[in-house]
């Protein structure tokens, strides 16, 4: 036989492989013997199985309680952690667990070189997800990895929180103190700003704030695109109300906002101030200069610019009055004339 068994229960050593060194342990039954230019096991490791790898040169033998290297997994090399129970051995080409760090648990992807390995309280990269590239953060507990297609989070900026959207390419990671994107809004595009607490995200078909506007606060409308987002010291849109159009006046404090159906603050005109009208389609703005439209009264139309006159007459015992706006009064049937009195002076005809 090419082996015999020795009479302490271990088994000799066989033509081509190494004897036992003193101060190491001889092969237990049913383990293998020490192969020519591999280590043999040394006192409170485990001899490698059938079916696994011997401990080669330079590399670390199985410490007890920790799984020996499958065939065509990599063995732990000096300065990193073997493989624990229950958690997967580095298939090559991937990276050992280095000291620290967390070793890839079932069903978990195992670090790819130039990926960061997971740091201890942070989340192993599942499957279908992306591993952490260097100098991007790790996916804390409770928060969600990066999808394939979407942005690692970069040092300072917070990691998706669950029911989120996580960052896609070009857009702008959430920094600290600011809102995730939530489903069904657009994330920040470049240039533009994350949404602060306690403002509205934005939704789909609107415009994100711009550097140096305000963001939507809660009941108030988003920017639609093609109008002008709210600058600092100004009103946003309230529900129901008309967002600024390009060119004009956004809504100062203090101010109402246009109504729909009514028209926006031109430049140099203005904005309407509390318990006056707005202007309506076909009518003017309030000039510099001139006094807003207060309620009960008529806005001056743009296609006219008579004086309101109002003159009285009677006909019949009935009081009539005559608009020089309109060119005429009514009163039931009647009607009074004022032509006659705008250019004579004389009291007007009743017919």
């Known amino acids: 036989p ?11 050593t066989p033509p081509g492989h ?24 040394p006192p409170g490791h485990l001899a490698t199985p059938p079916g696994h790898l011997a401990t080669p040169p330079g590399h670390l033998a199985t410490p007890p ?3 020996a290297t499958p065939p065509g997994h990599l063995a732990t090399p000096p300065g990193h952690l073997a ?14 667990t280095p000291p620290g760090h967390l070793a890839t648990p079932p069903g978990h992807l195992a670090t790819p070189p130039g990926h960061l390995a997971t740091p201890p309280g942070h989340l192993a990269t599942p499957p279908g997800h992306l591993a952490t590239p260097p100098g991007h953060l790790a996916t804390p507990p409770g928060h969600l990895a990066t999808p394939p297609g979407h942005l690692a989070t970069p040092p300072g900026h917070l990691a998706t929180p669950p029911g989120h959207l996580a960052t896609p390419p070009g857009h702008l990671a959430t920094p600290p103190g600011h809102l995730a994107t939530p489903p069904g809004h657009l994330a920040t595009p470049p240039g533009h700003l994350a949404t602060p607490p306690g403002h509205l995200a934005t939704p789909p078909g609107h415009l ?23 600058p600092p010291g ?37 904005a309407t101030p509390p318990g006056h009208l707005a202007t309506p389609p076909g009518h003017l703005a309030t000039p510099p200069g001139h006094l807003a439209t207060p309620p009960g009264h008529l806005t001056s139309a743009s296609s006219r610019s008579l004086p309101a006159r109002v003159c009285a007459c009677t006909c019949a015992q009935i009081p009539l009055v005559y608009s020089a ?26 017919r």
């Open 65 to 67: 309680g920790h799984l």
């Open 208 to 230: 994100a704030t711009p550097p140096g506007h305000l963001a939507t606060p809660p009941g108030h409308l988003a920017t639609p695109p093609g109008h002008l987002a709210t």
């Open 325 to 350: 706006e309109t060119g005429v009064g009514d009163q039931g049937s009647l009607k009074c004339s004022m032509t006659a009195a705008h250019t004579t002076g004389n009291a007007p005809e009743c």
């Open 18 to 41: 190494l004897a036992t060194p003193p101060g190491h342990l001889a092969t237990p039954p049913g383990h293998l013997a020490t192969p020519p230019g591999h280590l043999a096991t």
């Open 2 to 12: 090419l082996c015999s068994e020795s009479t302490d229960g271990h088994l000799a």
């Open 83 to 96: 493989t624990p129970p229950g958690h997967l051995a580095t298939p090559p080409g991937h990276l050992a």
């Open 234 to 270: 100004h009103l946003a849109t309230p529900p129901g109300h008309l967002a600024t159009p390009p060119g004009h006046l956004a809504t100062p404090p203090g101010h109402l906002a246009t109504p729909p159906g009514h028209l926006a603050t031109p430049p140099g005109h203005l």
